[in-house]
């Protein structure tokens, strides 16, 4: 082999050693939004858990999962501390503060919850400017979409957790609150206490659940290109979809 070729490759193996080398990324992951996101006997468990670490996993890209609250997370995610932060909606107030994914993970709706004796709404049920001059329950940092996060007619009631959003409609501290159905129903099974008393009495629109992406992180733009990828794997190959029928049937009456 003439010296020349024996140099280039010598050259070459750095190069493909660091092809093969597996990538990493660390991420943050809401702790109390279950069954979303939350940290369950020392580590993260969740809807969005399982679909973020196997969109990544699909391209090879493997994750450490952080569990931390959620103003933390998506404050760490806005600075740069983190690469990214799930569950997010994404809104109009938040838009230009990080790098968003192609589309959502899924969509989603929050139900409108009230008392179970109290007055039925008109049919179709209630909606955000319904909500307008009632005490509604919602948790600190949370986004519940561009309509009602605009709307400062609304007299929010600030809690740290959506089980403390249903305590206080059972003490008269608050009229509505605001819950998936499927957040809802879990938090009853995990608290029978609170099961049986109350109803969904309207709806606000149908919103996105997205990984938000830090707009400063020196491997945001590198992850965001490899996670929007990786989700296309998992929904065309039915893993998405699985994960989601595991957990909607966990959540079945």
């Known amino acids: 082999m003439r010296r020349r070729d024996l140099l280039l490759s010598m050259l070459a193996l750095p190069a493909a050693a660091g092809m093969a080398k597996t990538r990493t990324v660390v991420i943050g992951a809401e702790d109390d939004w279950y069954p979303y996101s939350a940290e369950v006997n020392g580590r993260p468990e969740g809807i969005?858990?399982?679909?973020?670490?196997?969109?990544?996993?699909?391209?090879?890209?493997?994750?450490?999962?952080?569990s931390v609250p959620y103003v933390r997370c998506m404050a760490q995610t806005r600075t740069g501390s983190l690469v990214?932060?799930?569950n997010t909606t994404r809104t109009v107030q938040i838009e230009?503060?990080?790098a968003w994914p192609a589309r959502p993970m899924f969509e989603e709706r929050f139900l409108i919850w009230a008392l179970a004796d109290a007055?039925?709404?008109?049919?179709?049920?209630?909606?955000?400017?319904?909500?307008e001059g009632q005490p509604v329950a919602v948790t600190r940092g949370y986004e519940y979409g561009s309509e009602f996060d605009g709307n400062t007619r609304i007299q929010r009631v600030v809690t740290s957790h959506d089980e403390n959003n249903f305590r206080l409609l059972l003490r008269g501290r608050a009229a509505y609150t605001l819950a998936p159905d499927i957040n809802a129903r879990l938090l009853f099974k995990r608290q029978p206490d609170l099961a049986g008393k109350f109803k969904v009495v309207g709806q606000l629109s149908a919103f996105g659940i997205y990984t938000a992406f830090s707009r400063r992180h020196p491997q945001s733009a590198e992850m965001l290109a490899a996670f929007d990828e990786g989700m296309k794997i998992i929904q065309a190959n039915g893993t998405a979809r699985?994960?989601?029928e595991r957990w909607r049937q966990r959540a079945a009456p």
């Open 119 to 131: 007055p039925t709404p008109r049919a179709g049920g209630l909606q955000v400017r319904d909500l």
């Open 96 to 98: 230009n503060d990080y």
């Open 48 to 66: 969005t858990v399982e679909l973020v670490t196997a969109a990544f996993r699909a391209i090879g890209v493997e994750v450490r999962l952080e």
């Open 242 to 244: 699985a994960i989601h």
């Open 84 to 86: 990214a932060c799930f």
